[in-house]
């Protein structure tokens, strides 16, 4: 332990120097030596810099070594007991504060636990990211938008092989998912107007605080960088307990502090740049959206989405019509969202343009069950509760069947929605040893959420999150219906007529339209669309003020009178009711997936270490297919424009490459771009029956088929529609060919 604490220390003396962000509160003196320490190993920022750009990253796949467990032991009994006295003081109604200080040590041994287990990953699995940016820069799957200007942090640009991954990738999921479920695809417009996102929330949500380098500009986070340097202080053993304790204060109280609050913790500890040590700025308010003007006037204001999700929202009544006003339903749209990260970083997994494929799916907040749940039920799943987060505790492998009926999982839908996102990434790719489902706890939940998980995949960068599943309840419908006026809502058929007690407004819409001429239809719906309560409050206020100030969806405040509107009261018989419907919202970031589909694809071709590759499925390789002549003569161009024009038309994409470089060298270059097949026009293709040699990339294993037969085995192939296994068992195996010469 002693050897461990001074390689810990020795990390993070070296990681504390670069990092200028953390999400990691700080522990209790009882704790302070390895804690301090440990919250500092930040493996997102390993193999970022020039220094570090060979380190080889290691992997935590295997935790079952009863030695790795004997170490973590300790570790996991802390975070249990922190995780118990979280419950404790929930339970007893404590004050908020003491909560939020006992969940901020929570999340520290939390986050020493997880680093540790990173820390522990067998040595024998290991991954060099320098190696797969190099190969993905060289062949052009992606770069930094606008490189010869010197580029653009957060923004990059697919080429040729990384757009076809991209579009092989959307075109799965949908496949996977609108066609299989028979879901309504939308495409919304990307400009927002700020009504829309004021009721969504993204307005007042999206800012944070942040300071400038005084000299070169640079930006940062403010809470980021005052956590980084108050950690630095405490790992500093000049520091006095009083100043530890201090800084400790400081940090659980970080995320309710006001402006005011940060710029006086910035002055007293005198902080400067991380980066440069110049002197910072005054913080300043920095929203995340990308606002614009919409229009030539300047007037309407909007922003620049940042979630495709609103879009489908808004257009509900629209969906719910088109789907003959039935429930459950759900809808889907692809397309790029934006958020103008201050510090944004780690490759494709923080940028400032992204690509989205969200799902709402609208069912009955009362039945929540799913009519293809026995479907999935036994898919088997690495599942990591918020339950075995506070106790300290590994993930778990349950079917999701076990994890709905024990409530682990809040209700069918959302369970079948999880089993199908598990098997879409196995089927694109992801490693499932890497691929992981955390529950959200309870103070990382939003407010209108029931229950959440997120899809994590280990990568270099440690575990990330690349699709949420989240029980949204009715928030979204609830805020637009209270902002536009517009009830966003579904009828549903009783068992049974009933008799209910109506409570309406009758608009004088004479008098309504002479005070308010243009906009007196926008008063009549805002009117329409008040509740019981809301109407009942109004008549009260009439009768002892005679006049109400009503709030329309443009937050203008009109007055109405006595004599605007009569209020009237009855029975009536109803036979269905109106219900908002919950959404069960599955969001997927297309970039993250493919940076964990890069890691987890990257190979290296056993004794020839230099030759890379991705092992990347036939149904997301970019290219399905190589076409190789066996050499420059000119006897093969005929077969291969013919066999060419044939795998068009059976719409296997391919790459034709007649260069002259040996064919071992021409494989390796194919494999590089991650095509998973390889066809050689050779000598004995010439010969009658005409036929070719069908390369395998992962395998290297070869079999011989007749040209008039490879477009539609290729076809199969490309899409899923047969292994590898299979063709190798039907097709006689390749070994050399025959003829060498024509």
Not at 183 to 206: Q, W
Not at 591 to 598: D, K, P, Q, W
Not at 722 to 734: A, D, H, L, N, R
Request: charged share 30%; net charge neutral; proline share 4%.
């Amino acid at each position: 332990m002693r050897l461990l604490r001074r390689g810990l220390h020795y990390i993070a003396r070296r990681v504390a120097v670069h990092r200028v962000s953390s999400d990691v509160p700080l522990t209790k003196p009882s704790v302070r030596s390895v804690a301090a320490t440990a919250s500092l190993l930040d493996f997102s920022r390993w193999g970022t810099k020039k220094t570090n750009r060979n380190l080889k990253i290691a992997l935590a796949l295997d935790m079952t070594d009863p030695k790795i467990e004997e170490v973590l032991a300790p570790l996991r009994a802390s975070v249990k007991e922190q995780g118990d006295y979280v419950r404790k003081l929930k339970t007893e109604g404590a004050p908020e504060l003491d909560i939020k200080k006992a969940v901020a040590e929570l999340k520290l041994r939390k986050k020493i636990l997880e680093d540790k287990e990173l820390s522990l990953a067998s040595s024998n699995v290991t991954f060099d990211r320098a190696r797969m940016e190099d190969l993905l820069k060289r062949r052009f799957f992606l770069d930094q938008s606008f490189a010869i200007y010197g580029g653009i942090t957060g923004q990059y640009d697919f080429g040729p092989m990384g757009c076809s991954l991209k579009t092989n990738l959307i075109n799965a999921w949908r496949n996977f998912f609108v066609l299989e479920e028979q879901m309504l695809e939308v495409d919304c417009s990307i400009l927002t107007p700020e009504p829309v996102l004021k009721a969504s929330g993204h307005v007042e949500r999206f800012a944070d605080l942040m300071v400038k380098d005084v000299k070169t500009g640079e930006c940062f986070r403010l809470d980021h960088l005052i956590k980084a340097h108050l950690e630095k202080v405490i790992c500093d053993k000049k520091t006095n307990d009083k100043t530890r304790e201090e800084c400790r204060d400081i940090i659980i109280k970080l995320d309710g502090m006001t402006k005011d609050e940060m710029a006086a913790v910035l002055l007293k500890y005198n902080m400067k740049s991380p980066v440069s040590s110049n002197d910072l700025t005054e913080p300043i308010e920095f929203n995340l959206m990308f606002g614009t003007q919409i229009g030539p006037t300047g007037l309407v204001k909007g922003f620049l989405r940042p979630e495709t999700a609103q879009g489908i929202f808004v257009n509900f009544k629209r969906l719910l019509a088109f789907n003959q006003e039935r429930l459950p339903f759900a809808a889907a749209q692809i397309g790029n969202a934006f958020r103008n990260e201050i510090s944004p970083r780690s490759g494709l997994i923080r940028v400032r343009e992204f690509t989205m494929a969200e799902i709402e799916h609208f069912c009955d907040p009362s039945d929540k069950s799913h009519p293809k749940f026995e479907t999935v039920k036994d898919v088997d799943m690495l599942l990591y509760s918020a339950c075995n987060q506070m106790d300290g505790k590994s993930a778990q492998r349950l079917t999701i069947g076990e994890a709905v009926s024990s409530g682990l999982v809040a209700n069918e839908t959302l369970g079948y929605f999880m089993a199908r996102i598990h098997q879409f990434l196995l089927k694109i790719g992801i490693d499932s040893n890497r691929l992981r489902f955390r529950q959200h706890m309870s103070n990382e939940m939003a407010h209108y959420a029931c229950d959440c998980w997120d899809a994590e995949c280990l990568t270099s960068y440690g575990w990330i999150e690349c699709v949420g599943c989240a029980d949204r309840s009715a928030y979204d419908l609830t805020q637009h219906t209270k902002a536009t006026g517009v009830k966003l809502v579904a009828e549903k058929k009783l068992p049974a007529p009933k008799t209910v007690d109506v409570c309406e407004i009758m608009p004088n819409k004479v008098l309504i339209g002479k005070t308010f001429k243009k906009d007196s239809k926008v008063v009549q719906d805002a009117l329409a669309a008040l509740n019981k309560k809301e109407i009942e409050s109004l008549e009260r206020v009439l009768n002892e003020k005679g006049e109400y100030e009503l709030t329309l969806p443009n937050n203008v405040v009109v007055k109405i009178t006595k004599d605007m509107i009569e209020v009237k009261r009855y029975q009536k018989i109803v036979h269905v009711e109106e219900i908002t419907p919950s959404v069960i919202e599955p969001s997927f970031g297309i970039g993250r997936i493919m940076h964990a589909l890069f890691e987890h694809n990257f190979q290296a071709r056993e004794g020839d270490e230099k030759r890379t590759y991705f092992s990347l499925p036939p149904v997301v390789a970019p290219l399905k297919c190589s076409v190789l002549p066996l050499s420059g003569n000119d006897e093969f161009v005929p077969f291969v424009k013919k066999l060419s024009q044939d795998l068009t038309k059976a719409d296997v994409s391919h790459k034709v490459d007649d260069s002259s470089g040996s064919i071992g060298r021409r494989y390796a270059r194919t494999d590089e771009i991650a095509i998973p097949f390889g066809i050689t026009i050779d000598f004995d293709t010439l010969k009658m029956p005409h036929s070719a040699t069908l390369r395998d990339r992962d395998s290297m294993g070869q079999v011989r088929i007749n040209l008039d037969e490879l477009p539609s085995v290729m076809r199969d192939l490309s899409y899923g529609r047969t292994t590898w296994t299979e063709v190798e068992t039907k097709y006689p195996k390749f070994e050399q060919q025959e003829s060498t010469e024509p």
